[in-house]
């Protein structure tokens, strides 16, 4: 495009040039060149009773082109100076294609405080706010809509939606989710969910080693990854198994174990409210992925690569700038990253 251009600017500098010499009464060197060669093929003259030749009669100039005549041709003369300027606007009159305006969203909302309906009936909660704040990094418009659980994955496949983001959990081996199937691709996680261990403020919590453990109390919920984790990595502590992770929570808070081992993100939230006052976090996160998994990711159609990469680079960006760790803090009092 820009060698068309740069190529039509010439040839309208050479034809300018041309004109103006025609207008001043000077000769162009091809038509001299045609003339010359025009006189050398015309037959010899007969001499007359004398021998002389005639004399060739004189040649007179065409009459120039008038300045009138000049501007009915209409040829605009070049300015150098604005050629890159003119070569770029017409590049950016090049068509790209349509961005994609609106992506719809699909969640559970039935799983707080990850997505749910808050007083006014509007969805909310940390999948939906983090979504929205992906959305607007990405300038692009989302419209949430809820959709039952078993019902997520079947409504993205058949075009319901253009993206599934409720909390669900990235496939590991020997970890089948609903995003396991085929079709389906997933961002980066989004979240992690580790187990963590739990205790009461004012105890010195013992070191979280095998043999530190050792005899210790810990609380969990019968049947969960957290007691078959806590069971295998310290052996030698003494597991007391609650029907339930709330059960377990009250144990701890009434002395009944020396430790709580749960969901981190669960203890986030129930040490940052009234009812978790009691007790706090310590010791690292554990994030064995055969227990604990990868953590949650978006889930999209696998022919949406290009939608799944703006998802993560918007991620990426949000975290960077701290826009993660205030939303995670207003539901967890702390990054769940």
Request: aromatic content about 0%; charged content about 15%.
């Given at each position: 495009m820009r060698f068309l251009l740069y190529a039509n600017l010439i040839a309208i500098v050479l034809l300018a040039g041309s004109l103006a010499r025609l207008y001043e009464g000077e000769r162009l060197p091809w038509l001299e060149h045609r003339q010359e060669n025009a006189v050398a093929e015309l037959p010899a003259p007969e001499t007359g009773d004398e021998g002389s030749v005639p004399a060739p009669a004189a040649h007179e100039p065409s009459s120039p082109l008038t300045l009138e005549q000049i501007m009915a041709l209409q040829l605009p003369l070049p300015n150098p100076e604005r050629?890159?300027?003119?070569?770029?606007?017409?590049a950016k009159f090049v068509p790209e294609p349509e961005p994609r305006r609106e992506i719809v969203i699909l969640t559970e909302g039935a799983y707080p405080p990850f997505n749910y309906r808050d007083g006014s009936d509007a969805l909310a909660g940390f999948d939906v706010e983090l979504s929205r704040a992906l959305c607007e990094r990405m300038k692009v418009r989302c419209r949430f809509v809820d959709v039952p659980w078993d019902r997520l994955v079947p409504a993205l496949r058949q075009?319901?939606?253009?993206?599934?983001?409720?909390?669900?959990?990235?496939?590991?081996?020997g970890r089948e989710t609903p995003a396991s199937g085929d079709g389906l691709i997933l961002t980066d996680r989004y979240y992690s969910t580790p187990g963590r261990f739990a205790a009461r403020r004012n105890a010195v919590p013992p070191a979280a080693t095998p043999s530190g453990l050792a005899g210790r109390s810990i609380a969990v919920q019968t049947g969960s990854i957290h007691q078959a984790y806590a069971a295998t990595r310290f052996p030698n502590a003494k597991l007391e198994t609650f029907p339930s992770l709330e059960e377990a929570k009250t144990a701890l808070a009434a002395g009944e174990a020396d430790l709580l081992f749960a969901d981190r993100n669960a203890l986030l939230r129930w040490t940052s409210s009234g009812a978790g006052v009691c007790c706090r976090l310590v010791g690292p996160d554990y994030g064995d992925v055969a227990y604990f998994g990868k953590g949650a990711a978006i889930v999209l159609r696998e022919e949406d690569a290009a939608l799944r990469d703006a998802f993560d680079a918007a991620l990426d960006a949000a975290i960077a700038d701290g826009t993660y760790a205030r939303i995670s803090a207003k539901y967890f009092s702390g990054s769940i990253y």
């Open positions: 050629a890159p300027a003119e070569a770029e606007a017409v075009g319901d939606g253009d993206a599934i983001a409720a909390s669900m959990l990235i496939p590991s081996p």
